[in-house]
């Protein structure tokens, strides 16, 4: 088993057929902590989607499942939370926000989630 990476999934979704979805799913699989803000609330795999902001601690990785029009919003959320990395899925790509992190330190990849746990590189 990997180490817990306390994960925020940005994005989530309470739909099956979402990766954001599938990603929750795994990660808890894996042992990792996760918490998740989505536009509406739920569960998924006992995870409470949140609608809004909430308090973030020794988050280790943030993992987006939001185009970049929908992250401008999150920017200094994200940024004060200070997670090790910042994930962008496909489709989440933003150079905007990778200068943003850059500045402030943290790391970013452009990677898949999923694929990432499914060959335990997470």
Do not use: W
């Not at 569960?43 to 909430?54: H, P, R």
């Not at 943030?62 to 929908?70: C, E, F, G, I």
């Not at 926000?97 to 989630?113: D, M, P, R, S, V």
């Amino acid at each position: 088993m990997t180490k817990n990476k306390k994960t925020l999934v940005l994005g989530a979704s309470i739909k099956q057929s979402r990766y954001a979805f599938l990603a929750i799913e795994k990660l808890v699989e894996k042992g990792h902590s996760v918490l998740a803000i989505g536009q509406n609330a739920g569960e998924v795999a006992g995870v409470k989607i949140q609608t809004k902001t909430i308090p973030l601690k020794n988050i280790d990785t943030v993992t987006l499942y939001l185009n970049p029009s929908h992250q401008r919003d999150y920017y200094n959320y994200i940024v004060e939370a200070r997670p090790k990395r910042v994930l962008f899925n496909p489709g989440t790509e933003n150079p905007e926000f990778y200068q943003l992190l850059e500045l402030n330190n943290i790391k970013y990849e452009t990677a898949c989630t999923l694929v990432l746990l499914s060959i335990n590189k997470y």
